[in-house]
């Protein structure tokens, strides 16, 4: 397992752009897909991007495609989710997941079973 730590929440109107960053630790952070999700209150955890550990496959929850997108910089271990065009509806805390378990899976995973490590989450609130 490692560390990750998110930062970049906060609170932005309708419309507005927001960057997320994840730190990790480790020396393996090249080696391993990473994903992110959210939860608002009431609702399960859900899906909303991933990248596999060399950054040449995506994926993206229908909810969210074509305004967030999602990188890694393996140099600085540390994955990115750039939101624009953010919605009332995207108001969640965010959580960045690793997939340690299985390095250099080809696709990355949706599944929230899949990732074995977790930060403890940034809140982002959008105000309509």
């Known amino acids: 397992q490692v560390q990750l730590v998110e930062s970049g929440g906060g609170l932005v109107q309708a419309g507005g752009s927001l960057r997320l960053s994840c730190a990790a630790s480790g020396r393996t952070f090249g080696s391993y897909g990473m994903g992110w999700f959210r939860q608002s209150p009431g609702k399960e955890r859900e899906f909303v991007a991933a990248?596999?550990?060399?950054?040449?496959?995506?994926y993206y929850a229908d909810s969210v495609k074509g305004r967030f997108l999602i990188s890694r910089d393996n140099a600085k271990n540390t994955v990115y989710l750039q939101m624009n065009s953010l919605k009332p509806d995207d108001t969640a805390v965010y959580y960045c997941a690793a997939d340690t378990d299985v390095p250099f899976r080809r696709s990355p995973s949706p599944l929230i079973r899949e990732y074995d490590s977790w930060g403890q989450g940034t809140q982002v609130t959008v105000s309509s």
């Open positions: 990248i596999n550990w060399r950054g040449d496959s995506i």
